[in-house]
């Protein structure tokens, strides 16, 4: 599917086919293709957790707001964002100046440059904060239009108390639970729903500058 199509047909779908499965294969690629997503300092500061049992979208369903197409679909992602990402200990970033290194974007050299800018940019909690939302959220938005590449519908899903849900599963404190995303495949015996209203350029611009 061509992109202008897959921004035009995207919906958030309220009503999952329970016939219609989503393989592990099919989250495997949807996962691998929205791995493209850019990210700051290429810190790639995001994780999943995958929800495919029946018992473990009833235990999420029942703690993030009893929303029903935690259950109804066939597989949800929730998307981490990880605030000590930019940590030159993180595993992540260390690979990431290796590749900077290898690419020959940076040298050894400027290692100590590098670990100051990260934590000048991403040191405080604000920040840290702000830099795992943003980054992860990217990524959520690359996962549902990668889903609909791959001809899965999503749904995103943000009505629930984070503290309930990061208890109920140990999510450790480094991470926020940026979303969850419901992923299936539309009942079609229900009406699909018209394209909502969206902002115009002119809406959306408030000035060139």
């Keep these: 599917m061509d992109f202008p199509k897959i921004m035009e047909t995207r919906r958030s779908i309220d009503y999952f086919d329970p016939a219609r499965p989503v393989t592990e294969h099919t989250v495997k690629q949807i996962v691998q293709l929205a791995a493209q997503t850019p990210s700051a300092f290429n810190l ?38 990880d605030k000590f990402g930019w940590r030159m200990a993180h595993p992540a970033a260390e690979q990431a100046w290796s590749s900077f290194v290898e690419l020959g974007y940076m040298n050894e050299d400027l290692r100590e440059w590098y670990e100051a800018e990260t934590k000048a940019l991403f040191g405080t909690e604000k920040e840290s ?8 959220a990217m990524f959520a938005m690359s996962l549902m ?15 629930y108390l984070h503290d309930e ?31 909502k209203w969206r902002k115009s350029y002119e809406e959306i611009v408030l000035d060139t500058l």
């Design 44 to 81: 790639q500061p995001w994780q999943l957790l995958v929800f495919r049992t029946p018992e473990a979208r009833e235990r999420l369903m029942r703690v993030a707001g009893k929303q029903r197409k935690i259950t109804d679909a066939p597989a949800v992602l929730m998307v981490l964002g």
């Design 129 to 136: 904060t702000i830099f795992a939302v943003k980054n992860a």
């Design 165 to 195: 849900v990061a208890r109920e599963f140990g999510i450790p404190g480094n991470f926020i639970i940026v979303m969850l995303i419901a992923l299936g495949h539309f009942d079609k015996k229900y009406r699909p729903q018209p394209p």
């Design 145 to 159: 239009l990668a889903a609909k590449h791959y001809e899965v519908d999503s749904h995103p899903l943000g009505g």
